[in-house]
Structures are given as structure tokens and as C-alpha cells.
């Protein structure tokens, strides 16, 4: 199953990912967790538990099926985007 992908351009930490939209191949019974992981095999800088899948403003849910997207969402293209997550401590 082909997904397209594209980097939200105001709000990832990737030097190497650009605006353009690429294509993932995964396994439809795949969850969003593993398409996270496959898309952050391509850019070494990104770590998967620091970005988001987004479509239409709204972040998708890890446990969400790959097939969901083209089936329930009828997605075009998903977004990734920096995680906000709020730090324990900061180190000064």
C-alpha cells in the first residue's frame, strides 16, 4: 500500500527532509507507529517518537491502522510534524 507523505514546512527539526511529497510503502495492517519508524529510516536526523502524522490538523493516532487512512480518512497525503511534547526538567 503506497501513502503519501509530506513534511509540514514551518514545523520539522529533519536539516535533510523537504516539502516535497515521497511515497511509503507499507503494509496496510501496518499501525502508524511502524510508518513512523519506516519514514524516519529515511532521514537520519528524525527519531519517531518526536514527530507526528497529521491530516487535516489533527494528529493520528500511533495505534491507527495504515489502511484507515485511505479507508476511513480517504487521506491524498498525511503530514509529519515535530511532536510537542513537554520536557520533564531542564538541564542548565
Known amino acids: 500500500m ?3 507523505v509530506r513534511f509540514h514546512s514551518s514545523n520539522t527539526t529533519s536539516q535533510t527532509a523537504s516539502n516535497e511529497v515521497f511515497q ?5 495492517n501496518d499501525d502508524l507507529a511502524t510508518l513512523k519508524t519506516i519514514i524516519t529510516l529515511r532521514y537520519s536526523d528524525l527519531d519517531p ?42 538541564i542548565m
Open 2 to 4: 503506497i501513502i503519501k
Open 24 to 28: 511509503v510503502d507499507v503494509n496496510p
Open 49 to 90: 517518537e518526536l514527530i507526528d502524522l497529521m491530516y487535516q490538523g489533527k494528529v493520528l493516532k500511533s495505534e491507527m491502522k495504515c489502511i484507515a487512512i485511505k479507508d476511513e480518512l480517504n487521506a491524498d497525503v498525511i503530514e509529519v510534524r515535530s511532536a510537542k511534547r513537554s520536557s520533564c526538567c531542564n
